[in-house]
């Protein structure tokens, strides 16, 4: 029998922050199709990453400056330093999300009643997660999800964790770890770390806010315990190619301004070059008359050496060819710096193509797994389909009743029970 109150709910934390995305750039959601372009979103709160790392941190990056004798122990930009941990991200991201469908192919939980709870998640998060502060909050109700296409409401929660009393550095730093512990999660093992701590609790009040709105939420997060390997698979490796992509977004981005910079040494050196070669062709072309006077060798009589030949010059001479080999020198010294800023721009070049073929394996990626979210809505439903059928089946059975009293459901579970018996006394006996 269909529940017409029973939803799944989501709650996944760790996705990589698309600020332009969560805003509907137009520029950015062309690219993306599964985004109904006249399709409903709102923005309860978007602050630049930027300004709230300075509303958050700027105080603390002050106060540890002022401590530092030495400028180059200075922070000069907190955000851009937290951007190039690797161990850290700036923002994280939480999204959260009401599904299921009636019969008849309507959602369980209306939009309305979907946007209250999800609302309510939100407002209340800073009571529930004082030192996570929160810079973007962003309803979306324009996403296709499912084979028919049915849209489905769901919020992104960017935040900013922030710990407090650090005894090196900054009394004040952005530390997920720090921020979950001062708000009383512990790690215990790799199976029990404070985030999963966390995200259970997040669950937890997301599925008690569906419980007082009248719905009962019967999976955990998001029904993955549906997920043939293939697909689970699938979907993880997109989560982690958009990741990868995002990175290489930055390094591409990174690597332009550095090959935009060997663009301006190589000119430069290009330039020095063609003087140099000037400079070569000048002295080629002039007949220099130098007037020596040579003194060959001669051997000592007593020690029997040989002593070296003697060659003697005008001062005027020894001037000018002193200076040519100065000039040679300076040029020699020139070419070699050339040759290896040219074997450097040839490895960035080589680095971008690298970069560029990764681009490619991520948009393959993306294109696979849309496929699988497609079989995966497919499977879903066929599952549905046979849970249903099988409900109605057993309820017909346990309807239908013998002379004796009992059902044809109670036979047919007897039946079952003696054939495992039967099976498991074959099996000793073969053993």
Request: glycine share 6%.
């Amino acid at each position: 029998m269909e529940i017409e109150n029973e939803v799944t709910i989501a709650t996944h934390n760790g996705s990589q922050v698309a600020r332009q995305h969560n805003l509907r750039n137009p520029k950015v959601i062309s690219k993306e199709d599964h985004i109904d372009p006249e399709g409903h979103f709102e923005v309860w709160l978007d602050e630049d990453p930027k300004v709230a790392y300075e509303r958050l941190f700027g105080e603390a990056v002050k106060a540890y400056n002022e401590k530092q004798t030495r400028p180059d122990r200075q922070i000069t930009d907190y955000y851009k330093q937290i951007c190039e941990d690797s161990k850290k991200k700036p923002v994280y991201e939480l999204i959260i999300g009401i599904y299921g469908k009636k019969a008849d192919g309507t959602p369980i939980c209306s939009k309305n009643d979907g946007k209250r709870i999800l609302r309510a998640f939100a407002e209340d998060w800073e009571r529930r997660n004082p030192q996570l502060k929160l810079c973007g909050l962003y309803y979306h109700c324009d996403e296709s999800v499912g084979v028919n296409g049915s849209q489905v409401g769901h919020v992104h929660i960017d935040y900013i964790p922030v710990g407090e009393g650090f005894a090196r550095g900054m009394t004040i730093q952005s530390s997920l770890s720090r921020a979950l512990e001062q708000q009383g999660f512990q790690s215990q093992g790799l199976s029990n770390t404070a985030q999963m701590q966390w995200e259970a609790r997040e669950n937890q009040f997301l599925a008690t806010l569906c419980a007082r709105a009248g719905f009962e939420v019967v999976r955990g997060k998001g029904g993955t315990e549906h997920l043939d390997t293939n697909t689970y698979k699938k979907v993880k490796e997109l989560q982690e190619l958009q990741e990868k992509q995002a990175e290489l977004a930055q390094d591409i981005a990174k690597k332009e301004k550095e090959y935009e910079e060997l663009q301006d040494s190589y000119e430069t050196l290009k330039a020095q070059k063609s003087l140099s070669q000037a400079v070569m062709e000048a002295y080629a072309e002039e007949d220099l008359q130098i007037e020596v006077q040579h003194t060959p060798a001669k051997k000592n009589p007593i020690t029997k050496q040989e002593a070296p030949a003697q060659v003697t010059m005008a001062e005027a001479d020894y001037l000018v060819l002193k200076e040519r080999a100065a000039v040679a020198t300076w040029i020699r010294r020139a070419m070699e710096n050339l040759k290896h800023m040219g074997e450097k721009l040839t490895r960035e070049l080589n680095q971008r193509r690298r970069v560029s073929e990764l681009q490619e394996r991520v948009s393959s990626a993306e294109t696979e797994a849309r496929a699988a979210e497609v079989n995966l809505a497919n499977a879903r439903a066929e599952i549905a389909d046979l849970h249903q059928q099988a409900r109605e089946q057993q309820e017909w059975m346990e309807q239908q009743t013998t002379r004796s009293g009992k059902s044809i459901w109670e036979y047919f579970m007897d039946f079952i029970t003696k054939q495992r018996e039967r099976d498991y006394i074959e099996r000793d006996e073969r053993e």
